[in-house]
């Protein structure tokens, strides 16, 4: 019994130490969360003058995530005096405390100020000159090059499918035999309406996603064998871009795509395939002609509407799913081209595209002098295409179409033919701002065919393109493919074209800036 006891008084000794020990050295650590008097005046008054706010903002501001404009005298000054606002003297009184900040909620949401400041009604714009004026200089026209005739009749046509007796080629494959160096059918070409009607009417038989891109395509095979690039819609007509999104990150619109092949039509370029408006079923014409792997995106919403995402590199996951009403859905038709064994195509860097980049500017951004370095190297040296980038300036600018990375042409041809208006699938989403420098093969190099300013010219003179544009798209399907808020835009555009060849012609003189090569 005496040695027990004696066991228990060392245990206790022993715990009493080891909670001592404890003690003192918690008190050690945590000595600086005792403040002082003088420490929690400080504190009371930078908690009612508000300067601790700034503090992260701060922070935020010396991050490596600021504008580019953080270095400018003027943020300089502003963070010298956010600086000076840290600052607290002892000996400096209290100032009296702020009233504390209430926010209601509803107060949080845009208001409708806020809303034009951010889709501003765009200025009027008018002719600053002469049309007349403009015209008269005409006889001074420079040639460009040696000209060659243009082939009459069908001569120069691919021909890609011999016509037998007794075998009718389809509409696909006539669009297909008369694609020549000028365009992909010809303006009187009875069968561009009947390959229309065809991607509106023929029944469709396989389905499959086309690989590659950044957003959901489908590759449609109708009945007679003829094949289409299905671009599904993603949400309304009146959603434009969001003024948060950078160009290279915006959604495809399949409106944009079917009102780009109409424009195209206007202004008599024919450089897009045939492209019409229609509605599927995406049960019928969709999943039960997919294969496991796309079959498999497809679900329910809580709506209970039929909705898919397939497989991409962006926006294929069911956060950005395609929907339809309950499964109907509307979408883009564009004709396929040859396949690249009967017809091959050439892909060329655009030398004015943009740097895909939220920090970095592209070349031409910053070199007014840019055009030069592209005269002088293939293939814009002695050809055509030159001439054929204004035309492509003017087509992307109109529908306000900053995605113009690349472009192709029909490699039977060479250098002299006319490049593809493909994926426009980014265009017409800002009605309320004009992308200027989508001009910048024009203002830079001050130069524009001849016969595309002629049609100009007569779109300003009436009746507008917004008129003829309209008229064009009537038999669509899809009609009304696009709101009518996009129209004074277009003649807006139109004019803004105007100006920027007439301040080149100012400059430098009719006959050095309008070419005439006979196209």
């Known amino acids: 019994m005496p040695t027990m006891k ?42 009612s003058s508000g300067h601790h706010i700034a503090f992260p903002r701060k922070n935020l501001d010396e991050s490596n995530y600021t504008s580019d404009t953080q270095n400018s005298p003027e943020a300089q000054k502003q963070l010298n005096n956010v600086d000076t606002a840290y600052k607290v003297d002892a000996g400096v ?59 009459a009749g069908h001569e120069g046509d691919l021909m890609l499918y011999e016509e037998k007796p007794g075998i009718k080629l389809t509409s696909w494959e006539l669009f297909h035999n008369h694609i020549n160096e000028y365009g992909l059918y010809r303006k009187d070409d009875p069968n561009v309406n009947n390959l229309i009607k065809d991607l509106q009417t023929k029944r469709i038989i396989g389905t499959e996603q086309k690989s590659g891109g950044t957003q959901l395509k489908l590759i449609m095979e ?21 003024y948060n999104h950078y160009y290279f990150s915006d959604y495809e619109r ?20 045939p492209t019409i408006g229609r509605t599927v079923n995406m049960t019928y014409d969709i999943k039960r002609l997919a294969n496991r792997k796309l079959a498999k995106t497809f679900f329910f919403s809580p709506s209970n509407n039929v909705c898919f995402h397939g497989s991409c590199s962006y926006y294929c996951d069911s956060n950005h799913a395609v929907c339809g009403y309950p499964d109907l859905l509307e979408g883009s038709f564009a004709a396929f081209l040859p396949p690249d064994k009967l017809a091959d195509r050439e ?73 593809l208006h493909l994926d426009n699938g980014r265009g017409f989403g800002k009605t309320w701002k004009d992308e200027i420098d989508i001009l910048a093969p024009i203002y830079q190099c001050c130069l524009m ?48 074209i105007l100006n920027t060849v007439n301040k080149c012609i100012q400059q430098k003189g009719f006959k050095e800036v309008v070419i005439d090569d006979k196209l």
Request: aromatic letters at 12%.
């Open 222 to 242: 109708f009945s007679n064998d003829g094949e289409a690039l299905f671009k599904p819609m993603r949400f309304q007509r009146d959603v434009e871009t969001d």
């Open 449 to 496: 065919r001849y016969s595309t300013l002629l049609k100009l010219i007569d779109f300003e003179k009436g009746p507008p393109l917004s008129q003829v544009f309209r008229k064009a798209m009537e038999r669509d399907l899809a009609y009304p493919i696009l709101p009518e808020k996009h129209f004074p835009a277009i003649d807006r555009r139109v004019t803004i």
């Open 93 to 151: 009184p209290a100032q009296p405390a702020a009233e504390p900040l209430r926010v209601n909620p509803i107060k949080l949401r845009p208001t409708k100020q806020y809303e034009r400041n951010l889709y501003p009604l765009p200025k009027p714009v008018s002719l600053n000159f002469n049309l007349e004026d403009m015209l008269s200089e005409r006889p001074q026209l420079k040639p460009h090059r040696k000209y060659k005739r243009r082939k």
């Open 254 to 273: 399949h409106y944009a795509e079917i009102a780009a092949f109409y424009l195209d039509r206007v202004f008599d370029f024919r450089r897009i395939p």
């Open 347 to 419: 892909t060329w860097r655009h030398p004015w595209r943009r740097s895909y980049s939220r920090r970095r500017k592209a070349a031409w951004e910053t070199d007014d002098t840019y055009c030069e370095g592209v005269r002088n190297r293939t293939p814009y040296v002695n050809s055509r295409q030159l001439l054929d980038l204004m035309d492509m300036a003017v087509f992307d600018f109109i529908q306000g179409n900053l995605d113009r990375h690349h472009y192709e042409t029909m490699d039977p041809y060479g250098n002299e033919t006319f490049p």
């Open 6 to 47: 004696l066991k228990q008084r060392v245990v206790i000794f022993g715990l009493l130490i080891v909670g001592g020990i404890l003690l003192v050295t918690t008190g050690v650590i945590n000595s600086h969360l005792v403040w002082s008097n003088s420490e929690k005046e400080d504190a009371r008054r930078l908690i």
